[in-house]
């Protein structure tokens, strides 16, 4: 079984502070996805790494595929209030597969 | 485009029944995966369909099924309903498939309460 795990389990922080969230496995990836869960919904997909060390930016978020794909983490610049959430990854494995951490639970207070 | 549609949001059952949840994919999308989502547990994969066939299968007993319609509809059962089955049940989209790098839509969601 392959599994991901995901930390801080639950981050508080103020407006306006960075944040990182962790994502490990002893296990390859092929791929590597981060989404956002907010209260009520559903996942939404924020980014998809695939090649290791990748690193995408997206506006203040900032993703990195570990060089061995079995890691990644996610970057938070200069947190808002809209960055409150879930936030979860999951990694693909063989067989099209896709293995979910356990999520971080990130607050951001004003 | 309408995004990917689960009835009903919410539901309260008792210990022994079945339920059924329903999930109406993005139009095009030929897959269709289901989730289960506890606190304890995170987000665990059920099974995935393709085309009407059970493509993949987690590892869940077998009071848990589904199916897959012409349209690509999908519906899940829950049978003989146990109180650890409370949980949110998420049902995700594609136009291939989860994996190879391949984007999946997620419903909003169907909670379900075993009293």
């Known amino acids: 079984t392959q599994l991901l795990e995901q930390s801080p389990q639950f981050l508080s922080i103020q407006e306006g502070e960075n944040l990182t969230v962790y994502c490990n496995s002893s296990s390859v990836f092929s791929s590597l996805q981060w989404y956002r869960q907010e209260p009520g919904e559903g996942p939404v997909l924020l980014v998809t790494v695939v090649t290791g060390g990748e690193v995408k930016k997206l506006k203040r978020l900032t993703f990195q595929f570990g060089d061995a794909r079995k890691d990644s983490s996610l970057h938070i610049t200069a947190a808002q209030t809209g960055d409150t959430g879930l936030y979860l990854c999951?990694?693909?494995?063989?067989?099209?597969?896709?293995?979910f951490g356990g999520g971080t639970r990130v607050l951001v207070k004003p | 485009k309408a995004g990917v549609t689960q009835t009903p949001r919410y539901l309260i059952k008792t210990r022994g029944q079945q339920v059924t949840l329903s999930c109406s994919p993005i139009?095009?999308?030929?897959?269709v995966s289901w989730y289960q989502q506890t606190p304890g547990q995170g987000l665990q994969f059920l099974f995935e369909?393709?085309?009407?066939?059970?493509?993949n299968k987690g590892n869940f007993p077998g009071r848990f099924s589904g199916r897959q319609f012409s349209n690509s509809r999908s519906e899940m059962n829950v049978s003989t309903l146990e109180l650890g089955d409370s949980a949110l049940y998420l049902c995700a989209s594609s136009i291939r498939g989860q994996g190879a790098g391949n984007t999946i839509y997620f419903g909003e969601g169907s909670w379900l309460t075993v009293v």
């Open positions: 139009s095009g999308h030929r897959s």
């Open positions: 999951a990694g693909e494995a063989a067989g099209n597969k896709l293995t």
């Open positions: 369909y393709f085309s009407e066939t059970q493509r």
